[in-house]
């Protein structure tokens, strides 16, 4: 049986998928997918230690030795390895399954031991390309789960590193849930900030020289604001689902903080529709500027034409060559002495007085 996969142009996210007809909670890799590596960093109010690298049995150890235990794991090709961490911590095989399956819906689904989290961090500046990243939380331990090397949680680790830490050290593991979701939302801001300022630059280019690349960067600028929107509103609708649950191992007091971070999505998002909005203007701006410069050369081409026009009619009537010997009516100026500059003179004055004229009537 073939995998069912779907593919979406212009950047987007390739979604991938279970084999069709597959039982519920079956684990196939992406091909494309790097292996899985772990590493744990453990805490408690006394203290904390970091380890770079570790396997299933450190796992186990280090989860029966310590309070909390946040283990994050970096690549999603190795299944067997995610389906034994999903042992170790009674994980959800539907929620395994999402994790697995990248291009998931931003969501929050609770299981009796634990919540799953779907949501996505910009992991490349230039190319705005977007990870998934799932995040597993219960008492005493969060799992996070992500596709590439490099993440937005290097402020919670400092965090936890730092003389202040004591708060993420001595609270449940919930609250660093929340950290880590906060640092997620957080990394969306400078991006966010710099396509704005990208938006500014691009008006005043446009108001100041109009240029025809300028509407190729507008609709990469609005392709990365549907992304932006793309994942923001989900996520809050994600975020909202924490705060209306009622699970034992998420408290009222990380609920508190959980709703400043869904402050921020809101904000983030109003922020984003705004933008919107604004390129949207731009566009429809740099169309009409467009449509305006093709008039005015439409405008100079016609006055021309027009100006022209009584000139190719007398050149044309004295170009047909009536012999003046036939008939005094066949054209006498033909043997005029001075001819050829009056019939050059004439045309002149008749082309300067239209000239004047369209420039009377601010044709010109």
Known sequence: MTEKSSVRRHGRRRVK????G????TLIADPSAIQSTLSATVMSPQGYKVYPSVNL???????????AIWVDCVGLGDVSLIAELGKIFDLHAL?????????QRPKSDFYDEHAFVVLYAIDDDQTHRYEQIGVFFGEGFVITF??????PFDPVRKRIEANGGNRLRARKADYLAYALIDAVVDSYFPHVEATGAAIDQIEDDMVA???RGQLADLHRIRHNLIAFKRWLWPLRDAISGLLRSDAPFLTAETKIYLRDTLDHVASAIEIVETYRETVTGLIEMHMSMAQAKTN????????VSAIFIPLTFLAGVWGMNFDPQVSPWNMPEL????????ALASMAVIGVLLFLYFRWRRWL
């Open 335 to 342: 043997q005029w002495y001075y001819g050829y500059p009056a």
């Open 296 to 303: 005015e050369v439409i405008n100079l081409l016609t006055i």
């Open 22 to 25: 597959a039982s519920p909670g």
């Open 17 to 20: 998928r279970s084999p069709v």
């Open 209 to 211: 020289c109009w240029e």
């Open 146 to 151: 992500g596709e590439r090397p490099g993440d």
């Open 57 to 67: 049995e450190d796992i186990r150890r280090l989860k029966a030795e310590w309070p």
């Open 95 to 103: 929620a395994l399954e999402d994790t697995v399956n990248t291009g």
